[in-house]
């Protein structure tokens, strides 16, 4: 037999305020449901079956409420603070209880019991009092285990007299944690009861279908919206890439005329160099004819050939 207790039951709301350690949000837990439970019943006496460490039987306990707690693990009990653990018993819930209490609670324990150990535990229980919280998660439990739906807990609990009292939520505990009140009912309260429930339901539901038709409308406008932005987009992207399809072949172009004009700008300074060559061979060549030239009206021969021709020239 297992209990919520001592850790944090799966699948309760968090509070913005509650601790941040799994013990201390467990603590916070049973606090928040030992102050609903006195607010709905004011009992004076609550057991807590599978009551683990004894977190709710303390927090009940800190209200004034006599609470007392059974579990079949003494590990747990042992572990319990020792101001809480004088109120905590090893006992199974499968044994018939010695008292009666205003409420029981029986908190994901039954679902590790076999069907028939389940069964004794229901009749063990409803024989001890007339208002039950009850919870055991769905599909929980080990392989052997008494694994039921809400719905056949409701109804094994109907079986013996007690009555899901629908204008009750507990399911910041879990979502499955229910109170369970003896009642003489008639059909015609049962379905009365239950059809109120189902109504508020079934007016949730509308409420939320037709929010998410909303939604989805908005959802589908804004896809289209979206659509259209891509394909314009799309447009956009093919009118660039054929832009750039053009300037890519001009640029293949351009750099065609360019390769042409560094070839003929070689071929160019080629002939230069050649051409300049040639000037300075016949600078050097002009160069030395000068020299010679010089050397030659230096010389001897030079004067007197000009006294020669200077002679000639002069006669009639």
């Not at 013996?160 to 015609?188: I, K």
């Not at 929010?211 to 908005?218: E, K, N, Y």
Request: glycine share 6%.
């Amino acid at each position: 037999m297992t209990s919520h207790e001592g850790s944090v039951p799966t699948g309760s709301a968090s509070s913005g305020s509650a601790p941040e350690s799994n013990v201390d949000r467990a603590r916070h837990l049973s606090r928040m449901l030992a102050d609903r439970i006195v607010a709905i019943a004011h009992p004076e006496t609550v057991l807590v079956v599978g009551c683990g460490r004894g977190l709710l039987v303390q927090a009940l306990a800190d209200q004034g409420v006599d609470a007392r707690g059974i579990d079949d693990s003494d590990a747990k009990i042992s572990a319990a603070d020792d101001d809480v653990r004088p109120r905590l018993e090893v006992a199974s819930p499968t044994k018939p209880l010695d008292s009666r209490y205003d409420v029981v609670t029986c908190l994901d324990v039954l679902a590790d019991l076999d069907p028939a150990d389940a069964r004794s535990a229901l009749d063990s229980i409803s024989a001890a009092t007339n208002r039950i919280v009850f919870a055991s998660t769905p599909g929980a439990g080990a392989p052997h285990a008494s694994i039921l739906s809400p719905s056949d807990w409701a109804a094994s609990f109907a079986e013996r007299g007690f009555y899901r009292r629908t204008d009750v939520t507990l399911d910041f505990w879990t979502p499955w944690t229910t109170l369970y009140d003896v009642a003489e009912l008639q059909p015609r309260d049962v379905v009365h009861r239950y059809e109120a429930t189902v109504a508020a339901l079934e007016a949730e539901v509308r409420e939320k279908r037709a929010t998410l038709a909303a939604a989805d409308g908005d959802a589908s406008r804004r896809g289209a919206d979206l659509h259209d932005q891509l394909l314009g987009a799309q447009h956009k992207l093919l009118t660039t890439r054929d832009h750039v399809i053009g300037l890519e072949a001009e640029t293949a172009q351009l750099q065609l005329q360019v390769e042409r004009l560094n070839a003929r700008l070689i071929a160019a300074h080629d002939r230069t160099k050649k051409v300049r060559g040639r000037l300075e061979v016949a600078r050097r060549r002009q160069a030395r004819a000068e020299r010679q030239l010089a050397a030659l009206k230096g010389s001897r021969t030079w004067r007197i050939g000009s006294l020669f021709t200077g002679s000639r020239r002069t006669k009639p």
